[in-house]
T-cell receptor, first 112, second 114 residues
Framework: GNSVTQMEGPVTLSEEAFLTINCTYT??????LFWYVQYPGEGLQLLLK?????DKGSNKGFEATYRKETTSFHLEKGSVQVSDSAVYFC???????????FGTGTSLTVIP | EAEVAQSPRYKITEKSQAVAFWCDPI?????LYWYRQILGQGPELLVQ????????DSQLPKDRFSAERLKGVDSTLKIQPAELGDSAMYLC????????????FGEGSWLTVV
């Protein structure tokens, strides 16, 4: 089947620390991979995506590389800010049928 | 501007009452989804529409939940009767080839059942 597993939180970091949130996936075929961010009381917003192996998605200083050999799509940021505090969701889609599968989310808190 | 408008943003209702949520994509998209998100968890798919047809409602509690998308554009999700366990955020989302096969969410509707 299709599923996403991401590291459990919560994660607490000091401002300017390095961030890694692990995400691995199980999928049939060749899925697209996504990271979404959710701020308190809001819907999920697309952060970045990658559609094929070895693609790197990037946005707002965040990066993730589609690794087919390790079935992973880890989210990284070199220097986090307080404003990055949110919940991060890894997701995959099987392009056939427009079906999406979400991880359980990782809560990040950045302290000054 | 958000891809998807949802209303109401917040709703408090008493147990056993009926409640409805409305979703209006800013422009036409073939695929529309309703998700439920319980606090602290990831989104759970309730129903997926392709145009006006339901393509997946396997996780929709059909004894109390209903969803429709009559003209293949906007959509409503109804709960009757509401139960305490229905308290959650209800998210509408859209995707399609014109959006790079990426899913875009509305801001959600918070439901509290008392």
């Amino acid at each position: 089947g299709n599923s996403v597993t991401q590291m459990e939180g919560p994660v607490t970091l000091s401002e300017e620390a390095f961030l890694t949130i692990n995400c691995t996936y199980t999928a049939t075929g060749y899925p697209s991979l996504f990271w979404y961010v959710q701020y308190p009381g809001e819907g999920l917003q697309l952060l970045l995506k990658a559609t094929k192996a070895d693609d790197k998605g990037s946005n707002k200083g965040f990066e993730a590389t589609y690794r087919k050999e390790t079935t992973s799509f880890h989210l990284e940021k070199g220097s986090v800010q307080v404003s990055d505090s949110a919940v991060y969701f890894c997701a995959l889609s099987r392009n056939t049928g427009n079906q999406f599968y979400f991880g359980t989310g990782t809560s990040l808190t950045v302290i000054p | 501007e958000a891809e998807v408008a949802q209303s109401p943003r917040y709703k408090i209702t008493e147990k056993s009452q009926a409640v409805a949520f409305w979703c209006d994509p800013i422009s036409g998209h073939a695929t529309l989804y309703w998700y439920r998100q319980i606090l602290g968890q990831g989104p759970e798919l309730l129903v997926q529409f392709q145009d006006e047809s339901v393509v997946d409602d396997s996780q929709l509690p059909k004894d109390r939940f209903s969803a429709e998308r009559l003209k293949g554009v906007d959509s409503t999700l109804k709960i009757q009767p509401a139960e305490l366990g229905d308290s959650a955020m209800y998210l509408c989302a859209i995707s399609g080839q014109d959006r790079g096969n990426t899913i875009y969410f509305g801001e959600g509707s918070w439901l509290t059942v008392v």
